[in-house]
């Protein structure tokens, strides 16, 4: 099942603008990841923030992260054509017990950037 | 440094068949995660293998199994294939269990007619 859910579905920009993601979920969490997902190929990491932290920066790219609203949102400014992918949030939930963890992906947000 | 390596790219069966997709891990991981990503959809996590062990398990039927070796290298196996097993299958390696950060391999595009 999908823990995560991002808005908007797609999303479509002109190069130089700002793109701004949203990802909400339903149950605790460790932390949040951002991956992003270029034509159906294989999922590059983002960036990660832990469920102890509000906000983290990583180049061009701005996390925030409510978990009292069980909300994420992903910023990225100035955007390029190069950053037209597909983008998922992530939750990560630990089971002690196990000793492991499992991610539970959203269903993505389509991102163009319009030359 | 080699990164996630999946094989086959493609594949394409018939209703009832059986398959095995292979996967081998980052250098120096440990840790290998599959999931299934339907078309238009997130990845959905099918299991986890550490020390040659399913760690974890998601909502998928007995006929998904899988193994690991002892060079930490990957095997999906899917048994009495449906329709609604085409997807691509993503694997993903991390170092230990405690680490959070899985990198994935570009998948294997499975195909069932």
């Known amino acids: 099942s999908q823990q995560g859910e991002e808005d908007p579905q797609a999303l479509s920009i002109q190069e130089g603008e700002n793109a701004t993601m949203n990802c909400s979920y339903k149950?605790?969490?460790?932390?949040l990841q951002w991956y992003r997902q270029n034509s159906g190929r294989g999922l590059v990491h983002l960036i990660l923030?832990?469920?102890?932290?509000r906000e983290k920066h990583s180049g061009r790219l701005r996390v925030t992260l409510d978990t009292s609203k069980k909300s994420s949102s992903l910023l990225i400014t100035a955007s390029r054509a190069a950053d037209t992918a597909s983008y998922f949030c992530?939750?990560?939930?630990?089971?002690?017990?196990?000793?492991?963890?499992?991610?539970?992906f959203g269903k993505g947000t389509k991102l163009s950037v319009i030359p | 440094d080699a990164g996630v390596t999946q094989s086959p790219t493609h594949l394409i069966k018939t209703r009832g068949q059986q398959v095995t997709l292979r996967c081998s891990p980052k250098?120096?991981?440990?840790?290998v995660s599959w999931y299934q990503q339907a078309l238009g959809q997130g990845p959905q996590f099918i299991f986890q293998?550490?020390?040659?062990?399913?760690?974890q398990r998601g909502n998928f039927p007995d006929r998904f199994s899988g193994h690991q070796f002892p060079n930490y290298s990957s095997e999906l196996n899917v048994n009495a294939l449906l329709l609604g097993d085409s997807a691509l299958y993503l694997c993903?390696?991390?170092?230990?269990?405690?680490?959070?950060?899985?990198?994935f391999g570009a998948g294997t595009r499975l195909s069932v007619l």
């Open positions: 993903a390696s991390s170092l230990g269990l405690a680490k959070n950060i899985q990198y």
């Open positions: 293998y550490y020390e040659e062990e399913e760690r």
């Open positions: 250098s120096g991981h440990d840790t």
């Open positions: 992530a939750t990560a939930q630990v089971y002690s017990g196990a000793g492991s963890y499992q991610l539970t």
């Open positions: 923030i832990r469920s102890n932290e």
């Open positions: 149950t605790s969490i460790n932390n």
